[in-house]
């Protein structure tokens, strides 16, 4: 049976650490701060609360 996390989690390392980014050719991305790992982004990576912006 499926768990439903409240907060996004790395599905390698488990760290909660994790970076939104844009690729052109992709679409939008969530990549893991702590091993690198980056998959396209999921409804639960855009749906939490804990999404910061670096505005550069």
Do not use: W
Not at 44 to 53: F, K, N, P, V
């Amino acid at each position: 049976m499926q768990q439903v996390l409240d907060i996004p989690e790395c599905t390698i390392c488990h760290s909660r650490e994790l970076e939104l980014f844009f690729n052109k050719g992709g679409g939008l991305y969530v990549q893991c701060d702590e091993c690198g790992f980056s998959r396209i982004a999921a409804n639960e990576h855009l749906a939490s609360d804990l999404i910061t912006s670096d505005n550069r």
